[in-house]
Each structure stands twice: as structure tokens, then as C-alpha cells.
């Protein structure tokens, strides 16, 4: 597989990250062109501002890791995030609403669609597949595309299960070819990663992205 480094966004999300975290992901990624970066939104202008002359998007999160909060919440932390610098911004979905039928996951949704792509970033929505059924993650699917999500993501890696080779299958059969896939959520090895990939993800996201390099280059040796 050629640029597998380009399937990757090299993520740390975890509570006791530093800046010496932060300052190893970015030049992590400089060195192997990662696709993108994950940070938390408090070290978005940071990694914005180290990678402006890169071809490397600074990602961010938005309602992370459980979606509970209001829609303005929600609008407030996505403009901020994209005057800090976020290129991409990954929502984790209103699972409460979605779990009480509501159709607010989709009006929530397509608010801030509305303001990514005014301003030309791209959107992808968190699922959390591993409280969805296959039937909601269709149908989650279906929201999130129809909402004007430019990616549906797997998981944010919180909770108890993350990404699935048999969900990413489910997935690609239910969206559109212009609607793209993120797993997230325990991708440690290779073998799993390029396993997501063949079943229709487009991107990896992973704390674990220079070592999947590192074993990518090291298979490509036999």
C-alpha cells in the first residue's frame, strides 16, 4: 500500500498530556507527513501555528468524550477551535438525544456543518459505535451524511470497545463514496489498521501512529 502515512492522524487526547507530548506528536508527524494531528483544543493554535507550512491538518475535538453538551456549547467550542487554527473538528454526537429519539442529533449536526464548511473545514461526527447496534449504526450513519458530515467516525477511544473491522464494513455499505470513514478507538498494530483500511476507512486515527510507521516500513522490507 502506497503513503500509508497518509491514512494517519497522530492523536493524544489523554488527561495528563504535556507540551513535551505535544511537541514530540507534531514532530512526529512533520517527519512522517501524517495526514493530521489530533490535540486537544487547548493546544490547537500551538500546533496550528508549528504546522502552517505543512500539508498536515490540526484536528481537534469538540463535546469530547461524551457529547452531553448543549448545541451552543457545541457552536461556541467549534468557532473557537476554528479561529485557533483547526483545520478538522471531530463532534462527538448528542448520544443522549440520539438514545431518547430525538431528532436533534441531526439539527445539532447540521448547525455545525454549516459553520465548518462556511470557513472551509472539514466535519467529522463521532458515533461511538460501541453503544450502537448494526440497525443504529446505519441509521446513525444515514443522520450524520444527511446532516452534511464530511466523515462519520468510529469512536473517541473512551468507550468500551473502539473501532471494528465488521462496524467499518457496515459503514462504507451505508454512506456514499463522498462521505469518508475514521476509525478510532484501539488501533495498536498493523496488521488491525490496514485490516480498517481494506474494509473502507479512510482514516486511522491513533495514539499509536509512529510505531504503526515504523512496522508499515519494516513489512515493506520482505
Known amino acids: 500500500m502506497k503513503n500509508f502515512n497518509r491514512f494517519l492522524e497522530s492523536t493524544v487526547l489523554k488527561p495528563t498530556m504535556t507540551g513535551e507530548d505535544v511537541d514530540q506528536l507534531v514532530k512526529d508527524a512533520i517527519n512522517e507527513q501524517f495526514i493530521g494531528v489530533c490535540v486537544p483544543s487547548f493546544w490547537v493554535k500551538k500546533v496550528a501555528r508549528e504546522l502552517k507550512d505543512e500539508d498536515i491538518q490540526t484536528v481537534t475535538v469538540v463535546g469530547f468524550p461524551l457529547g452531553f453538551e448543549d448545541t451552543a456549547s457545541k457552536v461556541a467550542e467549534t468557532k473557537e477551535a476554528i479561529k485557533n487554527g483547526a483545520d478538522e473538528l471531530d463532534l462527538v454526537w448528542s448520544q443522549t438525544a440520539y438514545h431518547s429519539g430525538m431528532n436533534w442529533p441531526k439539527i445539532e449536526i447540521a448547525q455545525i456543518a454549516k459553520i465548518c464548511h462556511e470557513e472551509e473545514r472539514i466535519l467529522k461526527v463521532i458515533i461511538e459505535t ?18 452534511g458530515a ?73
Open 130 to 147: 460501541a453503544y450502537l447496534n448494526p440497525e443504529q449504526i446505519q441509521e446513525a450513519c444515514s443522520i450524520c451524511q444527511d446532516a
Open 150 to 222: 464530511d466523515f462519520v467516525k468510529t469512536s473517541t477511544g473512551y468507550a468500551p470497545s473502539g473501532a471494528k473491522v465488521e462496524d467499518i464494513h457496515l459503514m462504507r455499505k451505508t454512506l456514499s463514496s463522498q462521505t469518508g470513514i475514521k476509525a478510532s478507538g484501539g488501533i495498536k498494530t498493523l496488521d488491525f489498521a490496514l485490516e480498517l483500511i481494506r474494509a473502507g476507512a479512510d482514516r486511522i486515527g491513533t495514539s499509536s501512529a509512529k510505531a504503526l510507521m515504523d512496522a508499515w516500513r519494516e513489512s515493506q522490507k520482505t
